[in-house]
């Protein structure tokens, strides 16, 4: 996987018949960004298109931690329920205290390596704001 540019677009490929939406979507897409993140989002359309029911997208954020090099991936999911509002799961590996970026920046919290938060409006602006925020954490990524 190249680290030459700043994003790269990984299609996650799904066989556990135990995640119905990764066995249902044809393809999740996952955004590796060269800092050692990893981002991965789903949207009421994306939702809707493969009959999500709840539960359906437990464990999805753990693919990111999957790829080599990620130590960090945040999952932005838009909430069925409610049209403006984001869940965002959060989890790491080692250090990197994905809890305080969490009760931060998304009014979350949780544990030092999955924790998790909310945004108001849509997952494009909510990926804006992590994308935005993350470089001030960039010290505390390690590989």
Same mark, same amino acid.
């Given at each position: 996987?190249?680290?030459?540019?700043? &994003? $790269?677009?990984?299609?996650?490929?799904?066989?556990?018949?135990?995640?119905?939406?990764?066995?249902? =979507?044809?393809?999740?897409?996952?955004? %590796? +960004?060269?800092?050692?993140? =990893?981002?991965?989002? &789903?949207?009421?359309?994306? +939702?809707? #298109?493969? @009959?999500?029911?709840?539960?359906?997208?437990?464990?999805?954020?753990?693919? *990111?931690?999957? &790829?080599? *090099?990620?130590? %960090?991936?945040?999952?932005?999911?838009?909430?069925?329920? /409610?049209?403006? /509002?984001?869940?965002?799961? &959060?989890?790491?590996? *080692?250090? %990197?205290?994905? @809890?305080?970026?969490? *009760?931060?920046?998304?009014?979350?919290?949780?544990?030092?390596?999955?924790?998790?938060?909310?945004?108001?409006?849509?997952?494009?602006?909510?990926?804006? #704001?992590?994308?935005?925020?993350?470089?001030?954490? $960039?010290? $505390?990524?390690?590989?």
């Amino acid at each position: 996987m190249s680290r030459g540019s700043s &994003l $790269l677009f990984h299609p996650i490929i799904k066989s556990e018949p135990r995640k119905p939406a990764a066995a249902r =979507a044809p393809g999740i897409d996952l955004l %590796f +960004l060269k800092n050692n993140a =990893a981002i991965i989002s &789903l949207t009421n359309d994306e +939702l809707k #298109k493969f @009959n999500f029911q709840k539960g359906d997208t437990e464990g999805i954020v753990n693919y *990111g931690l999957s &790829l080599e *090099g990620v130590v %960090f991936c945040a999952i932005f999911i838009e909430d069925v329920n /409610n049209i403006n /509002n984001v869940k965002i799961s &959060l989890r790491s590996i *080692g250090t %990197f205290p994905c @809890n305080e970026y969490a *009760g931060k920046n998304f009014s979350g919290g949780g544990h030092i390596n999955a924790s998790g938060g909310r945004f108001e409006g849509n997952t494009k602006n909510a990926i804006e #704001k992590f994308l935005k925020t993350l470089p001030k954490y $960039l010290s $505390l990524i390690h590989i």
